[in-house]
């Protein structure tokens, strides 16, 4: 039996996958970076309009970044080692 803990990541992957799935296809849009990035963070605003400002949705992003950041930081050191 899984947890909801195990449940919720279980979702959070198939999520996952397919945002990057998502991203394999804008990426063929378009060499531009930020036409990808700026329709990224679009598309959070939109997940979450009409149910909060848009203050408190910078707020959710940027504790996002905060938490997904050191992960990151850290695959890029690995990368880099001999």
């Given at each position: 039996m899984t947890t909801p803990n195990e449940e919720n990541f279980?979702?959070?992957k198939k999520a996952e996958t397919k945002a990057l799935e998502i991203l394999a296809e804008m990426k063929a849009t378009t060499p531009k970076k930020m036409d990808i990035e700026l329709?990224?963070?679009?598309?959070?605003?939109?997940?979450?309009?009409g149910e909060m400002p848009?203050?408190?949705i910078s707020k959710i992003v940027q504790g996002h970044l905060e938490t997904v950041e050191?992960?990151?930081?850290s695959q890029?050191?690995?990368?880099?080692?001999?």
């Open positions: 279980k979702y959070y329709s990224l963070l679009v598309a959070i605003f939109e997940l979450h309009k848009a203050e408190a050191p992960y990151y930081a890029a050191s690995k990368s880099k080692e001999p």
